[in-house]
T-cell receptor
Framework: DSGVTQTPKHLITATGQRVTLRCSPRSGDLSVYWYQQSLDQGLQFLIQ???????AKGNILERFSAQQFPDLHSELNLSSLELGDSALYFC?????????????FGPGTRLTVL | AQKVTQAQTEISVVEKEDVTLDCVYETRDTTYYLFWYKQPPSGELVFLIR??????QNEISGRYSWNFQKSTSSFNFTITASQVVDSAVYFC????????????FGKGTTLSVSS
């Protein structure tokens, strides 16, 4: 158990819908990262927050957004869902926001868009 | 640009065989960090090791060992006396020494260990 929690574990929804994925980082970690794992794209970085502020953006679609709250938990919002958004979404956390620290990953949320 | 290449897509071995998973990376940064993660069939990503670019010492942890060679930009992972429980997808990843950096993952190597 990495100490990072993600809810829900599974999510099945329809095209055009909006969903919210939730992540709680390890105790003491200030930085939260979101990654998407799909068969064709592999593991891709989406976005990073550090202590409530957006720190870096990767290949995140405009239909996707995220935020980190004062208690450091984070939410990833996916809207106007398409079939291609079906993937495993991971949240990871680290102590600080630089590359020096390893990132610990949550169990993931498996999103299926029908 | 940063890039991680894991040329071996799938490897199959029989229990007790040794197996090496290759990882080649590209970066323009002089300070960077390399990682290996394991993804078992259950799906979670498990951290295995972190190595910084200034430390080229090989590391051994039980049946696992890592060989970091800056001259060839490689960070290979060897499992000695493989076991069925080692069956998983193994990812090599790179991050650079700056704020706002993320992990750049390779495509992964699927290791299947049969009894």
């Amino acid at each position: 158990d990495s100490g990072v929690t993600q809810t829900p574990k599974h999510l099945i929804t329809a095209t055009g819908q909006r969903v919210t994925l939730r992540c709680s980082p390890r105790s003491g970690d200030l930085s939260v990262y979101w990654y998407q794992q799909s068969l064709d794209q592999g593991l891709q970085f989406l976005i990073q927050y550090y202590n409530g502020e957006e720190r870096a953006k990767g290949n995140i679609l405009e239909r996707f957004s995220a935020q980190q709250f004062p208690d450091l938990h984070s939410e990833l919002n996916l809207s106007s869902l398409e079939l291609g958004d079906s993937a495993l979404y991971f949240c990871a956390s680290s102590v600080v926001g630089t590359g020096v620290n390893e990132q610990f990953f949550g169990p993931g949320t498996r999103l299926t868009v029908l | 640009a940063q890039k991680v290449t894991q040329a071996q897509t799938e490897i199959s071995v029989v229990e007790k065989e040794d197996v090496t998973l290759d990882c080649v990376y590209e970066t323009r940064d002089t300070t960077y960090y390399l990682f290996w993660y394991k993804q078992p069939p259950s799906g979670e990503l498990v951290f295995l090791i972190r190595r910084n670019s200034f430390d080229e010492q090989n590391e051994i942890s039980g049946r696992y060992s890592w060989n970091f060679q800056k001259s060839t930009s490689s960070f290979n992972f060897t499992i000695t006396a493989s076991q069925v429980v080692d069956s998983a997808v193994y990812f090599c990843a790179l991050s650079e020494n700056q704020a706002g950096t993320a992990l750049i993952f390779g495509k992964g190597t699927t290791l299947s260990v049969s009894s």
